[in-house]
């Protein structure tokens, strides 16, 4: 189909021909005639296949045909940002483009005036929970990556998110995208939609198994890999970068990450061009002035990307993982050695992939192999459109047995259909909650009718759920999340709805309760409510490792001084509680000022760890902060304080510099350790002598005179005259 072929406004035809785009794919061409009529769609087709641009087009005709709202849904803020930076293209058409991805206990009013809104999955439910008042007005709700409603944690809020609009707003236009899932008439007869399923890829893919030597691809064909006696990912990596590639490794652990770029660093360095170092060199110090505070995990991500290679995984920073992706995606750098999670993030396309392991540790089971759909996932990153003439998925073998089983079971095998997993309690009664607190559900009656909306009751018999039902909203009666009004009534009290909205597990609401009512009985110390805050299952503990002993020791040194009774020594929760309080350890040091390459050391983390733990304590110990308001305890200074210190990692004496903006906690120590000690003192100061301060300099001292009023016009004026003449 060409561009000119539909029938869409000439202003959209005229941004998409800016873009390049003069035709449409076959699957594209398939699916836009029901997407731009305002059908349901469920559009399962492989990686850069063009699914987004079929909702895109979907969203904008629809939005410039009558007025309303479009709902862009997706599982990873990473991915946000970048459909938010795609959708943007379309604002010269006069629609308003917004991304929402932060405060879950927050209705975010300045969404209402955005046509168009990209948001997680998480922050969606939140919007529902609050109320907006814009709700009705969604005409097109689009599900990225809809196969992650088989995840256990992120997929029940999606299903939950796509059966309220469906309830709410039966008219609203639903478009689900996926790669290719088994199930996908299943998805697409839930959700009453039109199935678009199809193999078609821009870049055709073959996919096959190295062994001694050689590659058995799903063709037929078999093809000699030379090289020298390396390794099979070093010489697969290898032999791609001679023949211009880019190669994505696969790898089933965080230290094979590491350990596997640096093996790979002198392979590729070889390889480069003087241009190509000089680029490395450059995003190598770009890496280094993003970052606050420089880490041994920074040191080796820095090494390996002047070398051509990165690595990739949930221990980085948001900072690392973007500049690894921007430069993965400007082809500066040649490889990254990735764990799974990048597989299911943004877009980025590899000539090759290496999918090295096919087996992952599960602390229940042990080794067990990835499934099928997790292993296609990773193969579909193979193959840049514009760059390449085939992409190439290619895992390793290390016996004759074996090479047979993986062809067979990976490269032949159908990925496993996709289940819901809204049915454990943990989801359950949170889901119930937040439907009964909002209103949505009021009765038995109307609980089983929300059940009977979801995947989860499509794939069951409601009647089989029963039990699981009734076990939910026992526990919710029990504890005084809900009350009865009458026999078949029921309402959501004070505590359940500001449980709801704070977005919380009801179950670390009630724990939260017991440590508040546990701080008015004596004096709290910080450890006390941290580790209050780290037991409740929204905050997930660190790995309790062998040589963690100084963690029992800890506990044996605090107890007593515990807002929640630890267990008994030799019971299995006191390994649990051992881990709750590391987990509560290391926000300690972090409030304590312990450098970050500290804190990365002692508890074998990485800077994206911390910052994860972080920003989850901080969000708990909120809720901490509003319960204890709301029940009227005298700790809510107490917990605020050691909120704001959670969140810029200092102690009560910086808390007043770190309000200033640009000013962390490293900046914030020198200006203390110079003798300003507060916002005030910083005043009537020479701006040379602020900016003699170390990690200080000029630019940050004009900042901070900025922000208090203290501009020096003189500075101003010559800086301008200086930019004018540049």
Known sequence: MKLNDLPISPEIIEILKKQDISEFYPPQAEALPFAL???NLVLSIPTASGKSLVAYLAMVHRLIKEKGKALYVVPLKALAREKYEELKLFEKLGLRVGISTGDLDDSDPRLARFDVIVCTSEKADSLLRHGVSWVDKVRVLVVDEIHLIHDGSRGPTLEVVISRFKALNPKTQVIALSATIKNATELSLWLDGRLIQSDWRPVPLREGVFYKNEVKYDDGKTVKIDGSEKKPVERLVENSIVNGGQVLVFVNTRRSTVSVANKLAGVIEDKLSGKDKENLKDLSTLM???????????????YCVGKGVAFHNAGLSSVQRRIVERGFKNRVIKCIVATPTLAAGVNIPAQRVIIRDLWRYDPNFGMHPIPVLEYKQQAGRAGRPRYDKFGEAITIAKNVEQKEQIFNNYVLGDAEPIYSKLGSQSALRMHLLSAIATGFVDSMDGVNRFIDSTFYAYQSDTYALKDEIDNALDFLLSNGFIERINDDNFMSTLFGNRTSSLYIDPLSALQLKKALEESSNREPSVLSFLHAVCSTPDVRSLYLRSSDTWVEEKAEKYRGEFLLEPPVLS???????LSDLKTASLAEDWISEIPEDGIVNKYNVGPGDIHT??????????ATREFSRMYNFDCVSDINDIMLRVRYGCKKELLNLVSLKGIGRIRARSLFNEGFKTVGDLRGVPLNRLAQVKTIGEGVAKNIKSQIGESDKGEDKELSEFIVKK
């Not at 280094?288 to 820095?302: A, G, H, M, N, R």
């Not at 733990?613 to 909120?622: A, C, D």
Request: proline share 3%; net charge negative.
């Open 571 to 577: 019971s299995d929760e006191y390994e649990w509680f």
């Open 613 to 622: 733990i972080v920003e989850m304590v901080q969000w708990i110990l909120y």
């Open 288 to 302: 280094k002035k993003q970052l606050p505070e420089f880490t041994s995990v920074d040191k080796k991500l820095s």
């Open 37 to 39: 009529k305002g059908e």
